[in-house]
């Protein structure tokens, strides 16, 4: 197995969403105003299903984009309380660039692993735009929402239906 694919992955309104904090607030679960450390576990379930289902054809990269990639070992820690499949390789977008510029410091992440379009491929997946249209197409995306969209299972599905689709036409 050749290929990459790296998955870069957001935390907040990702993997919970306002409406899954307010109720673990109000059962005791969560304190408010620290860190969320129990992840929803349909969010967790979906994240699961694209490593799994990517893992079949790549070797998958993840990669955390989320401002938390300060705090990286913590980090790993909590995905694996929350039993997240961690891939063999596991990494983080620069701490020196501008939070804002969210885009192109994935555009510079994957410059400079050599990033080639014939062999490798990636998503984003984050609840917030930032300048993501200037660097990247659509379909490298998946969008979800701090309202009350965290990564489900069905944007997953229809993710990984699109990717293999277009992947049998290009075959």
């Known amino acids: 197995m050749n290929k990459n694919f790296y998955v870069f992955l957001d935390i907040d309104g990702v993997m919970y969403d306002l409406s899954y904090i307010k109720d673990r607030i109000k059962s005791g679960d969560i304190k ?22 990517l893992s079949k054809y790549y070797n998958v990269h993840l990669v955390i984009t989320s401002t938390l990639r300060f705090k990286f070992y913590r980090m790993l820690n909590i ?9 063999q390789f596991i990494g983080r977008t620069s701490l020196t660039l501008n939070r804002h510029n969210r885009g192109g410091n994935i555009a510079r992440y994957l410059q400079s692993r050599g990033y ?13 735009k930032f300048n993501y249209h200037k660097y990247f197409d659509k ?14 299972i069905n944007a997953v599905k229809r993710y990984c239906n699109t990717l293999f689709e277009s992947q049998q036409k290009n075959l």
């Open 79 to 87: 995905l694996e309380e929350n039993g997240i499949n961690i891939p």
């Open 32 to 53: 408010n105003g620290r860190i969320i450390s129990k992840y929803k576990p349909e969010s967790v379930c979906a994240l699961n299903m694209l490593i799994e289902n």
């Open 116 to 128: 080639d379009r014939a062999v490798d491929d990636f998503v984003i997946i984050d609840d917030e």
């Open 139 to 152: 379909k490298n995306i998946i969008k979800t929402s701090i309202i009350n969209n965290a990564l489900s």
